[in-house]
């Protein structure tokens, strides 16, 4: 399966930002749907962003609309969110995900990063 490896995350006080990365390994991730999910411990795990194979269609969590981005690099295997105006309630693990499948929307995502985590105090 392809190797999902996140990384950007931290502490950061409400109203601070933060911008996680992810870096694939393989080839095709250019033809990859890629996303983010976060998970808080005692609740489910939520989409948070996605992102099509050209970039052209994205999803966001309504509760982060306007605060978070989630942009692509195919030269570079990674995807970004860039998250602003973080509050509390977006302290939880960031979990990057890839659908290989490039023309299913909303994505089946299959692969997955091991995590990191974002600290946001209040």
């Known amino acids: 399966q392809v190797q999902l490896v996140e990384s950007g995350g931290g502490l950061v006080q409400a109203g601070g930002s933060l911008r996680l990365s992810c870096v694939a390994s393989g080839r095709s991730f250019s033809s990859y749907t890629m996303g983010w999910f976060r998970q808080t411990r005692g609740k489910e795990r939520e989409s948070v962003a996605a992102i099509s194979w050209r970039g052209g269609r994205t999803y966001y969590l309504d509760s982060v609309k306007g605060r978070f981005t989630i942009t692509r690099d195919n030269a570079k295997n990674t995807v970004y969110l860039q998250m602003n105006n973080l509050n509390a309630e977006d302290t939880a693990v960031y979990y990057c995900?890839?659908?290989?499948?490039?023309?299913?929307?909303?994505?089946?995502?299959?692969?997955w990063g091991q995590g990191t985590q974002v600290t946001v105090s209040s």
């Open positions: 995900a890839a659908d290989r499948s490039p023309n299913n929307w909303p994505p089946n995502f299959g692969s």
